[in-house]
């Protein structure tokens, strides 16, 4: 592909009938990377989506030289984190006790915490919640109480309440560079204050916006993922 920056993680919210989200992620090999076609609306045709976004509108530019290496399907249900990992001598960690992924680094971080806890019971003899405790400690402490992770599932409706004229004017507004980041917990804080700068103009300008992105904070998540829901637990079931 023919990338702006071969290394950065781009997001892009595409324009269909039921909105798509577009991830570009760069693999070790600096030849190939992922691009990931996500929506809530598990019926969506992704191949036909794929082929309008890599051929039509901005960015064909992007792939005109580039080849389909192959191609993946997967389905993800998100739930809310699990606050305590641990029973019956299992602790789970990462990915396995959060709401989606922890990324590269909080998986490092967990698992090198994790390890250590287990390391000092199985020294000391505790085999036990006590002789882990010090994970169990940590992970309330600098995980639950400090990520909420309904701000990075929010994160997806934002294309299935705002067009894509609206997104475009919100994020044009912010001039300044923000800080790198990999870390899905602290984007949504890092972009929460670049547009609080600049809600004034937002208010002013385009009121519609500002009514909307109180809908995305005030509108229970049950509601926004209700599609997925009934698509994931058929039988009329709800998480």
Not at 49 to 77: C, D, I, Y
Request: glycine letters at 6%; a neutral charge.
């Amino acid at each position: 592909m023919e990338l702006p920056e071969n290394y950065a993680l781009f997001q892009i919210f595409l324009d269909e009938k039921t909105p798509m989200v577009i991830w570009i992620t760069p693999r070790t090999s600096k030849d190939e990377h992922f691009v990931v076609l996500s929506s809530l609306f598990p019926g969506t045709d992704r191949a036909a989506a794929f082929e309008r976004f890599s051929k039509m509108g901005f960015f064909p530019s992007w792939f005109q030289r580039a080849e389909v290496k192959r191609t993946l399907t997967s389905a993800g249900n998100m739930l809310s984190h699990i606050e305590n990992p641990y029973k019956d001598q299992v602790i789970l960690i990462s990915d396995a006790a959060w709401c989606q992924e922890a990324e590269m680094t909080g998986a490092v971080i967990c698992g090198w915490k994790a390890a250590n806890a287990v390391t000092y019971a199985l020294i000391e003899g505790k085999i036990s919640r006590e002789g882990i405790s010090a994970y169990l400690d940590w992970w309330k402490k600098e995980v639950i109480n400090k990520y909420d992770y309904r701000d990075m599932v929010r994160n997806v409706a934002l294309p299935c309440v705002l067009t894509p004229d609206e997104i475009d004017f919100i994020f044009s507004l912010i001039k300044k560079p923000l800080p790198n980041v990999f870390d899905p917990y602290e984007t949504p804080k890092l972009i929460g204050g670049a547009l609080a700068e600049v809600m004034p103009i937002i208010t002013k300008e385009r009121p519609v916006i500002l009514h909307k992105l109180t809908q995305i904070r005030s509108t229970p998540l049950e509601k926004i993922f209700e599609g997925c829901i009934r698509a994931g637990f058929p039988f009329g079931q709800r998480c």
